[in-house]
């Protein structure tokens, strides 16, 4: 379905799964088009973005119980530390045409933000507070609950 999807990378038991968007390059430059339940694996209903983040700050430090997101730094680069209760992982975005794919599951901090760091974020459901979870003793419990670590 996803174009351009580099597929899974089991190699930590953090399920990482990336996509290559498609570049439609010529003289005058290139555009990406990312369109829901094509190159994006869900309904969109929100799309956020995050810039001018100060030097050594992280932000997220949460995971959602439903949501479903996919991260893209449009401009400059950022490193996005995936956790699932177990293990972890890092992804560096730093391509315009690279989207992570996150989970509901997944505990998130974002990172190492360059000075010109841009990272849009899209996402399957309006902003609603009672979807995340923001404390990590709480999203290990419910990740032993749910069985749902990635
Ligand atoms: P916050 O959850 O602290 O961001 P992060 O997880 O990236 O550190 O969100 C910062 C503020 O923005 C907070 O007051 C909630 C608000 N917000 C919205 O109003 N809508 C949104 O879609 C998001 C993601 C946050």
Redesign the pocket.
């Known amino acids: 379905m996803e174009q351009g999807r580099s597929g899974n990378r089991k190699d930590t038991r953090v399920e990482i799964t990336t996509f290559d968007f498609e570049e439609h390059g010529d003289e005058r430059g290139i555009l990406i088009s990312l369109e829901e339940n094509k190159n994006i694996p869900f309904t969109l209903r ?1 799309c ?1 973005f ?1 810039y001018n983040t100060q030097p050594g700050v992280s ?4 995971a959602h119980k439903t949501l479903r997101q996919v991260l893209i730094c449009v401009r400059g680069q950022c490193r996005i530390i995936l956790d699932n209760g177990r293990e972890k992982a890092e992804v560096l975005l730093d391509r315009p045409n690279k989207g992570l794919y996150l989970s509901s599951n997944i505990w998130r901090v ?1 990172t190492d933000f360059s000075e010109d760091a841009v990272l849009m ?1 899209l ?1 399957d459901q ?2 609603d ?1 009672a979807d ?1 979870i923001r404390n990590y003793d709480d999203f290990l419990a419910w990740v032993r609950e749910t069985g749902e670590e990635a």
Do not use: D, I, N, S
């Open positions: 929100r956020y995050m932000r997220g430090f949460h974002m974020v996402a309006l902003y507070e995340y």
